[in-house]
């Protein structure tokens, strides 16, 4: 049997509103991007998957200027170490800790790449989990579409 590792946070749903802390310590909250797509990534620093969404979703900042947000949110790894991975990769968006990995938790993460995308209104539209960035890429398109639609 296989497990079920989609996390709990159900299409359709508000997701919670924490997101994490900066890495000078600020927490971020979901309500300070609305009316923008929001990608949230669930990561840690030595996954492989992780490595290679991480560095392929940079293409989306350039692609989706002012229309996408991508919050990298590491789990439970000590700020030194997430700092050092970011510089690495020159990680040119918001990186976020969850140090006790509380936030993971309350959107149910079980493992990871997890990738969340949350629409203009603030509401679970996409969830995948690996790294799946042609698929990200046709979900971003949707919802930047059916916001010139309105």
Not at 18 to 27: A, C, K
Request: aromatic letters at 10%.
């Amino acid at each position: 049997m296989i497990p079920n590792v989609a996390p709990s946070v159900h299409l359709g749903d508000f997701p919670p509103y924490l997101l994490g802390q900066t890495l000078d310590g600020r927490e971020i909250r979901l309500s300070e991007f609305k009316g923008k797509v929001v990608m949230l990534i669930f990561w840690k620093t030595w996954c492989d998957a992780c490595k290679i969404e991480l560095q392929q979703v940079k293409a989306f900042m350039r692609a989706y200027q002012n229309k996408l947000i991508i919050v990298a949110i590491n789990i439970g790894e000590p700020n030194d170490t997430v700092k050092t991975f970011k510089r690495r990769y020159l990680l040119d968006f918001p990186v976020l800790v969850d140090p006790e990995s509380k936030i993971s938790a309350a959107y149910g993460i079980r493992v990871w790449p997890t990738t969340i995308l949350i629409n203009q209104q603030g509401r679970v539209h996409f969830t995948t989990v690996g790294s799946e960035i042609e698929l990200l890429r046709q979900e971003i398109e949707i919802l930047l579409e059916e916001r010139q639609g309105l």
